[in-house]
T-cell receptor, first 112, second 110 residues
Framework: DAGITQSPRHKVTETGTPVTLRCHQT?????MYWYRQDPGHGLRLIHY???????DKGEVSDGYSVSRSKTEDFLLTLESATSSQTSVYFC???????????FGEGSRLTVL | KNEVEQSPQNLTAQEGEFITINCSYS?????LHWLQQHPGGGIVSLFM???GKKKHGRLIATINIQEKHSSLHITASHPRDSAVYIC????????????FGTGTRLQVTL
């Protein structure tokens, strides 16, 4: 199994509070991604990283920020959570070899 | 309109049936992934292909680059194949981003 873990796996929080999700990899892969998954939608890209301190926005980046200060960690922050950010969040890592795409187990976030 | 369209959205089959799930995309790609997501959420990459066909056990994935179409076939389906199957288009670029279809929910019954 690829070494990719997400934390926390489940979180319930209140509107307006900050939330940080962590994605940790042991594969030394360059590319890391944060997606959200909602009913009726495919996985949608929030932010991605192509190296340490190299990040960019995806298609649903409003209300989210990210940081990658070292290869193994990619943090997703909701500065002030809203109910529309209730979702399941997946981290993914991608290597350069064929088929090297791995997902974390997901983090279920509920914003009340 | 999604850049990646899958059909059918839902599929019910009896054990042993041959299953086909289709994926069409609207722009050129460098590769296409097929993913499997079981109830409980974990997502696993089944195949990445850029041409031709790949086979792994009872699973076969094909792609036609000219027609912008890919299929995932499951032979001799089994209840443990019940899952959501997702195709994702990969375009090369700065970050090699993926665009996902909404998935096909497969239920295989005894």
């Amino acid at each position: 199994d690829a070494g990719i873990t997400q934390s926390p796996r489940h979180k319930v929080t209140e509107t307006g509070t900050p939330v940080t999700l962590r994605c940790h990899q042991t594969e030394n892969h360059r590319y890391m991604y944060w997606y959200r998954q909602d009913p009726g939608h495919g996985l949608r890209l929030i932010h991605y990283s192509y190296g340490v301190k190299d990040t960019d926005k995806g298609e649903v980046s409003d209300g989210y920020s990210v940081s990658r200060s070292k290869t193994e960690d990619f943090l997703l922050t909701l500065e002030s959570a809203t109910s529309s950010q209730t979702s399941v969040y997946f981290c993914a890592i991608r290597g350069l070899g064929a088929g090297e795409l791995f997902f974390g187990e997901g983090s279920r976030l509920t914003v009340l | 309109k999604n850049e990646v369209e899958q059909s059918p959205q839902n599929l019910t089959a009896q054990e042993g049936e041959f299953i086909t799930i289709n994926c069409s995309y609207s722009v050129g790609i460098s590769a296409l992934h097929w993913l499997q997501q079981h109830p409980g959420g974990g997502i696993v990459s089944l195949f990445m292909l850029s041409s031709g066909k790949k086979k792994h056990g009872r699973l076969i994935a094909t792609i036609n680059i000219q027609e912008k179409h890919s299929s995932l076939h499951i032979t001799a389906s089994h209840p443990r194949d019940s899952a959501v199957y997702i195709c994702a288009r990969l375009c090369t670029g700065t970050a090699s981003k993926l665009t996902f279809g909404t998935g096909t929910r497969l239920q295989v019954t005894l």
